[in-house]
């Protein structure tokens, strides 16, 4: 069955640093990839999504993420982060059809 | 344009009394999902249903658990007989059509609590 694991659940760091976030599925065919973000007391919302095209995705609010088709990855990266970016973070794959599947999810806390 | 919108935002319930949660979505979808969410899991897919068709439903459990998208009105999760174990937040999403990895909207979602 198709599964997605996100390495770390929590992440804690300070204004400015860098972030990466990990994200790996296990489905042999072709795949579009989410990373869904769900901030403090709202819904989730897209952060960005790949299809086809240019492995190197970019979002909103200065993140990007890059698929590793031989790697079956899809990190989430932004160079400085800012304590507004303090959520949770979502990678999310659908094989096709209706179902997307999440992982559980990395909670970042970022410090002033 | 409203978005996902979900009701009660939280719910409390006794052991073995019915919860029934509330999703509309947004104008324009007719396709709609719900999610569960545990602590430390992620989101698992529930069940996937059109207006008046439950298309998929593997993933919600086979007793106690029902879901239905009428004609007219919200769509409805229900769970009867409610147990420790069914507290959780329970996110609904809508999309306007299936197309391969359509993005889906969501709702603020209702946490279930069972005392």
């Known amino acids: 069955a198709q599964s997605v694991s996100q390495h770390n659940h929590h992440v804690i760091l300070s204004e400015a640093a860098s972030l990466e976030l990990g994200c790996n599925y296990s489905?042999?065919?072709?795949?579009?990839l989410f990373w869904y973000v769900q901030y403090p007391g709202q819904h989730l919302q897209l952060l960005l999504k790949?299809?086809?095209?240019?492995?190197l995705v970019k979002g909103i609010k200065g993140f990007e993420a890059e698929f590793i088709k031989s790697k079956f990855s899809f990190n989430l990266r932004k160079p400085s982060v800012q304590w507004s970016d303090t959520a949770e973070y979502f990678c999310?794959?659908?094989?096709?059809?209706?179902?997307?599947?999440f992982g559980a999810g990395t909670r970042l806390f970022v410090k002033a | 344009n409203a978005g996902v919108m979900q009701n009660p935002r939280h719910l409390v319930r006794r052991r073995g009394q019915e919860a029934r949660l509330r999703c509309s979505p947004m104008k324009g979808h007719s396709h709609v999902y719900w999610y569960r969410q545990l602590p430390e899991e992620g989101l698992k897919f529930m069940v996937y249903l059109q207006k008046e068709n439950i298309i998929d439903e593997s993933g919600m459990p086979k007793e106690r658990f029902s879901a239905e998208f009428p004609k007219e009105g919200p769509s409805i999760l229900r769970i009867q007989q409610v147990v420790r174990g069914d507290s959780a937040a329970y996110f609904c999403?809508?999309?306007?059509?299936?197309?391969?990895?359509?993005?889906?909207?969501f709702g603020s979602g209702t946490q279930l609590s069972v005392l």
């Open positions: 790949y299809f086809s095209g240019d492995p």
């Open positions: 489905y042999g065919g072709t795949v579009n």
């Open positions: 999310a794959v659908n094989t096709g059809g209706f179902k997307t599947i």
């Open positions: 999403a809508s999309s306007p059509q299936v197309e391969e990895g359509e993005k889906l909207f």
